[in-house]
């Protein structure tokens, strides 16, 4: 049996249903392989089948050297039949003693079905509708089966296996689907993991040399990293000696050098960017005046020291003749605002005009009432500008009579002109990509980009996903801030909601109810903020409701929100428009209707609109059962602690590695086999080489095909290396 393993990789007689396939008669003797090849063209694939294989993200042969197994399966044991046990997946090598078709009386059904032993028992195996693999097992052929074990309907008889995946042992056969470390494949309609998985292998066997090792050899040994030809193929086929379970975990070399290779790729670009950056022309900013003196002298609380540290690195940023791109990182509530108006400040006062871009209208108009409020004062104009106005500000600000504009993403319009953009402030960034972040760049001659971000992610997370920003970090609460105190309900203990939410409103505090949805979704059979509003209304008589959700027109919100903030409503019932940003400190207690339906992110910058005044507050999440186990996981999370980093590694742990923080979103390279939690010491790693490579050698011109790996992999977002 030993002789066997030595014939792994060697060439594959293709069995039935590859064999058509490589037929294939408009492939010739393979001209010019290269490894952008549409995959329609490689052996054994043909038009209709790239189609499918397109469905995958499968388009070139690259792409099928990278579509790596979701999973593998361990068929390496070989088992005696007499040693099979029950509904475990085993595999056995065996021979045919014999074979037959039946045909269901009812159905006609095609049954394929043998009888197989090693010496040891008898198997049964059959297969469903496949009557055509009666000629492939001959009486006496040895054959390998792998697949789930069932029991025998009549006690004592033989096990059996239904369609099991097998393998005809003969001389030149290299064995793929079992008797080895076999590949799992995600597969799609009309093609099953065992033909990728046969596809795949011939693919190795024909077209292997196309892949070219792109990383520089220092960066290989320093690193410790395998070729990159041998890591894929071992990734894909791996050899006999590999435990499957660090295969499973990502952890081999072939993976980790595959995890580099994401990684790596991806910093390169933030590094590409950054050093781009630093190399043009910004606005050296007088940063200590007046103006600035004034503004903290009317602040009516004393900032933190936290505020005071990162104002400070903003100023010295400001002051350098480099456009500043700084990234201001820091808990919901922790004040974030007061720093971005102080930058607005620095820049206006320098006779040039700042703007804030915001992700909602309805954060927009609080901000904007907020900063008018506190820059009046000082002589400077404000304006709003959202897509819903009417008339906007337009003119105001291409004459530059507006020195603070405040917006949605209306602001990068095209319509609208500056006419001395100094200072562009992107607040709660986690909705706007690098792209949005370089047109509003474009919308001055480089002005400085701030950043403010509250959405709690790790801090090696945040290195890369704003990789190509300078980030400051607010990690301090302005005093008397008390923690939220979070209780997850079930409709059963409706009652104690609604009495806490009297209790508090006695105490002439304000409450937040919070809804999923607009209208009723039949489907979801949500309760709508619109009829919760109502139910509320009948059940508080005495009370003030009001209700503000994202599709009612900007005018009629802002009065709410008004009306809400002055306390003349003592219930706000709304949809997650609140999410981010409103800041009404006398409400005291937020019940969250269906949070079990919220992600945890959200759950968390909801509650963060509470506990702002110094009074005790109460987060409730009203859970309608039954739901699965990540909601239980995500309540509990909120349940336990309310602190943001915490609750963004809990995230991501729930989340697990597929759908992280939006790389995608964010205008940045897929990541398919690297975590950005598990993979946490090959990503510093990685941005270190990326970074040192794109100091000594910014344009690449040293390794051209570094570079062009660098082009595809951004798909063309790095206008600039493409040479
Ligand atoms: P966020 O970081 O979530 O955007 P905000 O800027 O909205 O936080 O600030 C939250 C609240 O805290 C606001 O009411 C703000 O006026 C207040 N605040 C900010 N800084 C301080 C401080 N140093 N001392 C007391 N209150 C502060
Ligand atoms: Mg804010």
Redesign the pocket.
Known sequence: MKARWTKRMKPLRMNNKSKGLTNNKTSHSSPQITKETPVQYIKGVGPSRAKLLNRLGINNLEDMFFYLPWRYEDRKNLKKIQDLIFGNSETVFCEVVSSQIITTPRKRMKIFELTATDGTGFLNARWFNQAYLKKYFKKGQEVILSGPVKGALIAGAALEMENPDFELYGSDDALIHTARIVPVYKATEGISPKQIRTLMFSTFHSYAFVIEDYLPGKILERNRLRPLQWALKEAHFPEEHNDVSSLNCASSSAHQRLIFDEFFLLELGLAHLKNREAVEQGIPFVVEGELLKRFFQRL?????GA?KGVIEEIKSDMARPLPMNRLVH?????????VALASMIIAVGNGYQACLMAPTELLAEQHFINIRRMVEPLGLKAVLLTSAMKNKPVESIAEGDARIVIGTHALIQESVQFHNLGLAII?EQHRFGVVQRATLRGKGLNPDILI?T?TPIPRTLSMTLYGDLDIAV?DEL???RQPVITKVLFPSQKDRAYSTIHGELSKGRQVYVVYPLIEESEKLDLKSAIDGAEAFRKMFPERKIGLVHGKMHHDERESVMTMFKSGNIDILVATTVIEV?I?V?NASLMLIVHSERFGLAQLHQLR?RIG?GGYDSYCLLMAYPPFSEEAKRRLKAMETTSDGFRIAEEDLAIRGPGDFFGTRQAGLPELRIANLIRDIGLLEKARKEAFDLIEGDPLLEGYPLLKETLHNKWMGRLELVKS
């Open positions: 009516p609380f004393e900032l933190t505020q820091g808990d919901v509530g922790c004040g974030k605002t007061v607040d403010m509250a607010i302005p005093a008397g940003g800041d400190p963060g702002r």
